[in-house]
Protein backbone atom coordinates (compact mmCIF):
# COMPACT_ATOMS: atom_id res chain seq x y z
CA UNK A 1 0.00 0.00 0.00
CA UNK A 2 1.46 3.52 -0.86
CA UNK A 3 2.17 5.66 2.01
CA UNK A 4 2.01 9.42 1.45
CA UNK A 5 2.65 12.54 3.86
CA UNK A 6 0.15 15.75 3.76
CA UNK A 7 -0.33 18.62 5.67
CA UNK A 8 -3.17 19.23 8.09
CA UNK A 9 -5.41 21.44 6.44
CA UNK A 10 -5.69 18.35 3.70
CA UNK A 11 -7.51 16.75 6.04
CA UNK A 12 -10.95 17.14 7.57
CA UNK A 13 -10.78 18.50 11.44
CA UNK A 14 -12.79 14.86 11.79
CA UNK A 15 -10.36 12.93 9.66
CA UNK A 16 -12.89 11.30 7.30
CA UNK A 17 -11.70 12.93 4.43
CA UNK A 18 -8.47 14.06 2.53
CA UNK A 19 -7.30 15.74 -0.09
CA UNK A 20 -4.16 14.98 -2.36
CA UNK A 21 -2.73 17.71 -4.22
CA UNK A 22 0.30 18.57 -6.09
CA UNK A 23 3.02 16.51 -6.64
CA UNK A 24 1.33 13.72 -4.73
CA UNK A 25 -1.56 13.85 -6.77
CA UNK A 26 0.01 13.45 -10.08
CA UNK A 27 2.05 10.60 -8.68
CA UNK A 28 -1.52 8.93 -7.72
CA UNK A 29 -3.49 9.78 -10.87
CA UNK A 30 -0.93 9.35 -13.72
CA UNK A 31 2.22 7.56 -12.52
CA UNK A 32 0.49 5.04 -10.51
CA UNK A 33 -2.63 5.35 -12.19
CA UNK A 34 -4.74 3.99 -8.92
CA UNK A 35 -8.27 3.83 -9.47
CA UNK A 36 -11.58 4.87 -7.20
CA UNK A 37 -12.00 2.18 -4.36
CA UNK A 38 -8.14 1.78 -4.00
CA UNK A 39 -6.40 2.33 -0.50
CA UNK A 40 -3.41 4.55 0.57
CA UNK A 41 -2.47 5.73 3.81
CA UNK A 42 -1.16 9.04 4.84
CA UNK A 43 0.56 10.97 8.04
CA UNK A 44 -0.09 14.13 9.04
CA UNK A 45 3.48 16.27 8.93
CA UNK A 46 2.69 18.96 11.85
CA UNK A 47 1.77 15.93 13.92
CA UNK A 48 4.69 13.65 14.54
CA UNK A 49 2.45 10.92 17.03
CA UNK A 50 2.85 8.05 15.01
CA UNK A 51 -0.46 7.78 13.49
CA UNK A 52 -1.45 6.08 10.60
CA UNK A 53 -4.85 7.22 8.78
CA UNK A 54 -6.05 5.02 6.10
CA UNK A 55 -8.61 6.31 3.29
CA UNK A 56 -10.61 4.87 0.28
CA UNK A 57 -10.16 6.89 -3.11
CA UNK A 58 -13.51 8.41 -3.85
CA UNK A 59 -13.03 10.68 -6.20
CA UNK A 60 -9.88 11.72 -8.49
CA UNK A 61 -11.02 15.02 -10.50
CA UNK A 62 -8.78 17.70 -11.81
CA UNK A 63 -6.83 18.92 -8.93
CA UNK A 64 -7.04 16.23 -6.25
CA UNK A 65 -7.27 12.18 -5.31
CA UNK A 66 -10.18 12.50 -2.30
CA UNK A 67 -10.05 9.97 -0.01
CA UNK A 68 -12.57 8.69 2.50
CA UNK A 69 -11.45 7.26 6.01
CA UNK A 70 -11.53 3.60 6.41
CA UNK A 71 -9.70 3.09 10.19
CA UNK A 72 -6.98 4.93 11.97
CA UNK A 73 -3.80 2.77 13.03
CA UNK A 74 -3.13 4.51 16.51
CA UNK A 75 0.41 2.45 17.20
CA UNK A 76 2.20 3.12 13.90
CA UNK A 77 5.98 1.96 12.59
CA UNK A 78 7.64 4.20 14.83
CA UNK A 79 10.39 2.76 17.05
CA UNK A 80 9.45 3.37 20.90
CA UNK A 81 12.37 5.46 21.12
CA UNK A 82 14.02 8.48 18.97
CA UNK A 83 17.05 7.92 17.41
CA UNK A 84 19.89 10.54 16.76
CA UNK A 85 22.63 9.65 13.98
CA UNK A 86 25.21 12.14 14.70
CA UNK A 87 26.98 11.06 11.62
CA UNK A 88 30.68 12.35 10.44
CA UNK A 89 30.30 13.36 7.19
CA UNK A 90 32.13 10.78 4.75
CA UNK A 91 32.87 11.34 1.39
CA UNK A 92 31.68 11.63 -1.88
CA UNK A 93 28.11 10.60 -2.07
CA UNK A 94 28.38 7.87 0.70
CA UNK A 95 25.57 10.73 3.19
CA UNK A 96 22.87 10.16 0.91
CA UNK A 97 23.11 6.33 1.43
CA UNK A 98 23.49 6.72 4.91
CA UNK A 99 20.65 9.21 4.91
CA UNK A 100 18.44 6.46 3.27
CA UNK A 101 19.10 3.42 5.40
CA UNK A 102 18.97 5.58 8.28
CA UNK A 103 15.49 6.45 7.91
CA UNK A 104 14.52 3.05 6.84
CA UNK A 105 15.91 1.72 9.84
CA UNK A 106 14.14 4.16 11.97
CA UNK A 107 16.03 7.42 12.85
CA UNK A 108 14.41 10.37 14.12
CA UNK A 109 16.78 12.51 13.24
CA UNK A 110 20.18 12.97 11.29
CA UNK A 111 22.89 15.64 12.34
CA UNK A 112 26.08 16.32 10.23
CA UNK A 113 28.93 16.38 12.12
CA UNK A 114 32.08 18.53 10.45
CA UNK A 115 35.39 16.01 12.67
CA UNK A 116 38.52 16.86 12.77
CA UNK A 117 39.10 13.34 10.11
CA UNK A 118 36.80 14.67 7.69
CA UNK A 119 37.59 14.90 4.44
CA UNK A 120 34.51 16.68 2.69
CA UNK A 121 34.22 20.71 4.38
CA UNK A 122 31.31 21.93 3.74
CA UNK A 123 30.93 26.02 3.14
CA UNK A 124 27.43 27.65 4.63
CA UNK A 125 26.23 27.93 0.57
CA UNK A 126 26.92 24.25 0.04
CA UNK A 127 25.96 22.76 3.16
CA UNK A 128 22.36 24.38 2.59
CA UNK A 129 22.56 22.83 -0.90
CA UNK A 130 23.47 19.47 0.70
CA UNK A 131 21.07 19.59 3.59
CA UNK A 132 18.40 20.49 0.86
CA UNK A 133 19.14 17.48 -1.16
CA UNK A 134 19.61 14.99 1.95
CA UNK A 135 16.16 16.11 3.35
CA UNK A 136 14.35 15.06 0.30
CA UNK A 137 16.46 12.01 0.13
CA UNK A 138 15.11 11.46 3.89
CA UNK A 139 11.68 12.25 2.91
CA UNK A 140 11.45 9.69 0.05
CA UNK A 141 13.04 6.83 2.17
CA UNK A 142 9.87 7.78 4.73
CA UNK A 143 7.55 7.29 1.86
CA UNK A 144 8.89 3.95 1.07
CA UNK A 145 8.93 2.83 4.75
CA UNK A 146 6.16 4.19 5.67
CA UNK A 147 7.35 6.00 8.25
CA UNK A 148 4.63 8.14 10.50
CA UNK A 149 7.13 10.87 10.66
CA UNK A 150 10.10 12.56 8.02
CA UNK A 151 12.90 12.44 9.83
CA UNK A 152 14.54 15.73 9.50
CA UNK A 153 18.08 15.93 8.38
CA UNK A 154 19.70 19.39 10.04
CA UNK A 155 22.65 21.72 9.90
CA UNK A 156 26.11 20.63 9.66
CA UNK A 157 27.73 21.30 12.95
CA UNK A 158 31.27 20.65 14.91
CA UNK A 159 31.48 17.55 17.22
CA UNK A 160 31.94 19.91 19.92
CA UNK A 161 28.17 21.49 18.93
CA UNK A 162 26.49 17.89 18.73
CA UNK A 163 27.50 16.99 21.77
CA UNK A 164 26.01 19.98 23.66
CA UNK A 165 22.49 19.14 21.04
CA UNK A 166 22.98 15.86 22.43
CA UNK A 167 23.62 16.44 25.78
CA UNK A 168 19.96 16.33 27.39
CA UNK A 169 19.30 12.65 25.45
CA UNK A 170 18.47 9.46 27.64
CA UNK A 171 21.39 7.66 26.34
CA UNK A 172 25.05 8.42 24.10
CA UNK A 173 26.78 6.01 22.55
CA UNK A 174 30.20 6.34 20.49
CA UNK A 175 31.50 3.14 18.64
CA UNK A 176 35.36 3.17 19.53
CA UNK A 177 37.96 0.36 18.75
CA UNK A 178 39.37 0.32 22.15
CA UNK A 179 36.33 0.40 23.61
CA UNK A 180 35.73 -2.88 26.34
CA UNK A 181 34.59 -6.00 25.00
CA UNK A 182 31.81 -6.99 23.18
CA UNK A 183 29.80 -8.42 26.33
CA UNK A 184 29.65 -4.40 28.13
CA UNK A 185 28.69 -3.04 25.00
CA UNK A 186 25.38 -5.78 25.22
CA UNK A 187 24.76 -5.02 28.30
CA UNK A 188 24.75 -1.07 27.70
CA UNK A 189 21.98 -1.70 24.63
CA UNK A 190 20.31 -4.34 26.62
CA UNK A 191 20.03 -1.68 29.54
CA UNK A 192 18.08 1.02 27.02
CA UNK A 193 14.43 0.99 27.57
CA UNK A 194 11.58 1.83 25.31
CA UNK A 195 11.11 5.62 25.23
CA UNK A 196 14.86 6.74 25.65
CA UNK A 197 16.16 9.38 23.69
CA UNK A 198 19.12 7.71 22.32
CA UNK A 199 22.29 9.32 20.27
CA UNK A 200 24.59 7.72 17.95
CA UNK A 201 27.77 8.83 17.32
CA UNK A 202 29.80 7.95 14.28
CA UNK A 203 32.78 9.09 12.82
CA UNK A 204 34.01 9.51 9.58
CA UNK A 205 36.92 7.91 7.47
CA UNK A 206 39.67 7.34 9.52
CA UNK A 207 36.95 7.53 12.66
CA UNK A 208 36.91 10.02 15.31
CA UNK A 209 40.59 11.41 16.84
CA UNK A 210 41.71 10.52 20.91
CA UNK A 211 40.25 14.07 21.69
CA UNK A 212 36.69 14.45 20.09
CA UNK A 213 36.41 10.06 22.21
CA UNK A 214 37.75 12.04 25.14
CA UNK A 215 35.41 15.12 24.56
CA UNK A 216 32.64 12.86 24.07
CA UNK A 217 33.38 10.76 27.57
CA UNK A 218 33.29 13.87 29.84
CA UNK A 219 29.68 14.69 28.65
CA UNK A 220 28.83 11.18 29.38
CA UNK A 221 28.96 9.37 25.99
CA UNK A 222 29.49 5.77 26.19
CA UNK A 223 32.30 4.26 24.25
CA UNK A 224 31.20 1.13 22.95
CA UNK A 225 32.67 -1.81 20.44
CA UNK A 226 30.91 -3.00 17.33
CA UNK A 227 32.85 -6.56 17.48
CA UNK A 228 36.41 -7.20 16.24
CA UNK A 229 36.04 -6.16 12.35
CA UNK A 230 36.81 -2.41 11.36
CA UNK A 231 33.23 -1.17 9.75
CA UNK A 232 33.33 1.69 7.30
CA UNK A 233 31.88 4.77 8.24
CA UNK A 234 28.51 4.05 6.55
CA UNK A 235 28.14 0.72 7.63
CA UNK A 236 28.60 1.35 11.73
CA UNK A 237 25.73 3.39 11.90
CA UNK A 238 23.34 1.14 10.53
CA UNK A 239 25.09 -1.59 12.68
CA UNK A 240 23.73 0.36 15.48
CA UNK A 241 20.76 1.44 14.77
CA UNK A 242 19.90 -2.34 13.60
CA UNK A 243 20.62 -3.52 17.14
CA UNK A 244 18.26 -1.15 18.73
CA UNK A 245 15.32 -1.65 16.61
CA UNK A 246 15.93 -5.05 17.14
CA UNK A 247 16.09 -4.63 21.13
CA UNK A 248 13.27 -2.07 21.64
CA UNK A 249 11.19 -3.89 18.92
CA UNK A 250 11.60 -7.34 20.69
Not at 150 to 176: G, H, R
Request: net charge negative; with cysteine; charged share 30%.
Amino acid sequence: MYHFFVESAQVSPDLKRVDIVGADYNHIANVLRMKVGEQFSVSIREENDGRELFYEIEEINKTSVVGKLCFVEEVGNELPSKIYLFQGLPKVDKMELIIQKAVELGAFEIIPMSTKRCIVKLDAKKAESKVKRWQAIAEAAAKQSKRAVIPVVKEPMTMKQAIEYAKDLDVKLIPYELAEHIDETKKIIEGIKPGENIAVFIGPEGGFSEEEVALAKENGVLPITLGKRILRTETAGFTIISWLMYHLEG
